[in-house]
């Protein structure tokens, strides 16, 4: 009885067993994969949580890995939903309210560059979107069919897309100012102080000494290698969060103006580095920034030009100053700088040695004779803060708004309680 009970028991356990990897075979086979619309629908009333989450309370950082510019593929997503169901005042209400969010988030972190930059992407993008899939034709010349299908079907957001604009101006001149603001104590310890050729301390004018009134504290030197970290820095954050490629170049077109503004204003200023070693450095620091420039393909926006006083003002420094032929040679060489700026110069000018004449009186009015059907402009100074128009070209995104990935970093319990995908 013992052994027919133990067998009936295996028996028991054997079809237990075989019915519990049926049924999960069973459900393996009826699993389907779901057809995504690319919408996200959320309830209204969790339109501030939604806001919170995806805008106020988010960080750059929480995101790295993911797609750039997620949150403008999300927020996209949501409007199209809202179009979907004809909700014109839930459209009004998200846009409203995420243009609001971004705004607090720029007044809170008014000197981050990370986290401006990170909404200058986002806001870019999201404009992007609303011009690629607004159905309007001029905007949907590079869409693929499947882009076509999720362009939006009852609602232009035109002045949507203005007032968009016109915020991306806003971050951009704030991220400009922010940058401006860490290079600026710098530059002038960088290009004209510090020695970057070994052994041209020794050729210094006579009489002067390196002076640091121009340093933050009085101690604290710059050499030109902590300039380029520092722009490779911005360079590295702004490409890693997905900024626009032409808006980087326009960024950096403006910080080398900056930076040749001020290198060049400290130059007509100060007696003590108008000499020919200080044209040999500013030539060497000059090379070492385009050579950056071309190393991170910023080569094509138009820093180097910005750059052109500072060059001719080093060749200046370094010409003879002598002979009429001289002069020509000055005059011919100098385009970029005003004829005030170049006598300036030559009047600052200080021998290296009592071997090395300092400037004549008649070589400077021989220069100024040449120079006199020039219109050139009173000012001696550049305007250091002088911003150059910005544009933002249309550029579309390749991806389909069915095929962005949401990351588990998103905060994956707001997302399941707020959205329907």
């Not at 054997?14 to 057809?35: M, Y």
């Not at 909404?119 to 010349?141: A, P």
């Not at 000499?275 to 920034?289: A, D, E, V």
Request: glycine share 4%; charged share 20%; aromatic share 8%.
């Amino acid at each position: 009885m013992k052994k027919v009970q133990d067998l009936e028991a295996a028996q028991t356990l054997a079809q237990n067993g075989k019915r519990h990897q049926e049924l999960s075979r069973q459900v393996a086979v009826q699993r389907k994969e779901k057809d995504f619309q690319g919408m996200l629908e959320y309830h209204r009333e969790d339109e501030a949580l939604l806001i919170r989450n995806l805008v106020t309370e988010l960080k750059p950082q929480a995101l790295a890995g993911a797609v750039p510019c997620l949150p403008a593929y999300i927020l996209y997503m949501c409007i199209r939903h809202a179009d979907y169901v004809n909700d014109d005042l839930k459209v009004h209400s998200l846009l409203t309210s995420t243009i609001n969010g971004i705004k607090k988030v720029l007044k809170k972190h008014s000197d981050d560059f990370e986290m401006t930059s990170f909404w200058l992407s986002n806001t870019c993008r999201l404009l992007h979107c609303l011009k690629q899939y607004s159905g309007d034709e001029g905007f949907m010349t590079q869409n693929t069919a499947k882009q076509n299908e999720h362009c939006l079907k009852n609602f232009d957001l035109t002045e949507y897309r203005q007032v968009l604009s016109d915020l991306s101006i806003q971050i951009y001149q704030q991220l400009i100012k922010i940058a401006e603001g860490v290079l600026q104590p710098m530059i002038v310890s960088a290009m004209l102080e510090n020695e970057s050729i070994q052994g041209l301390s020794g050729v210094k004018p006579t009489g002067y000494r390196k002076r640091s009134s121009s340093m933050a504290d009085g101690d604290h030197s710059y050499c030109l290698e902590a300039v380029i970290r520092q722009m490779s820095s911005f360079h590295t954050v702004m490409c890693d969060q997905g900024l626009d490629p032409e808006i980087i170049l326009q960024v950096f077109k403006q910080l080398f103006y900056m930076i040749t503004a001020v290198t060049l204003n400290n130059l007509l200023l100060r007696k003590d580095v108008c000499s020919w070693s200080t044209g040999m450095q500013l030539r060497y620091n000059i090379s070492q920034l385009e050579e950056w420039l071309r190393g991170r393909n910023l080569h094509q926006s138009g820093a180097v030009q910005t750059m052109e006083p500072l060059i001719q003002a080093a060749q200046l420094l370094q010409l003879k100053k002598k002979t009429p032929e001289d002069a020509e040679a000055i005059c011919s060489l100098s385009t970029s700088l005003s004829t005030q700026q170049i006598v300036k110069i030559l009047n600052l000018y200080t021998p290296l040695n009592e071997f090395e004449e300092r400037v004549t009186v008649g070589f400077i009015r021989t220069i100024q004779a040449q120079l006199q059907d020039r219109n050139d402009p009173q000012q001696l100074l550049l305007d250091y803060k002088h911003m150059f128009p910005v544009l933002f070209p249309f550029n579309p995104s390749a991806l389909t708004m069915d095929s962005i990935h949401i990351p588990a970093c998103l905060n994956l319990e707001f997302l399941n309680e707020v959205f329907t995908i």
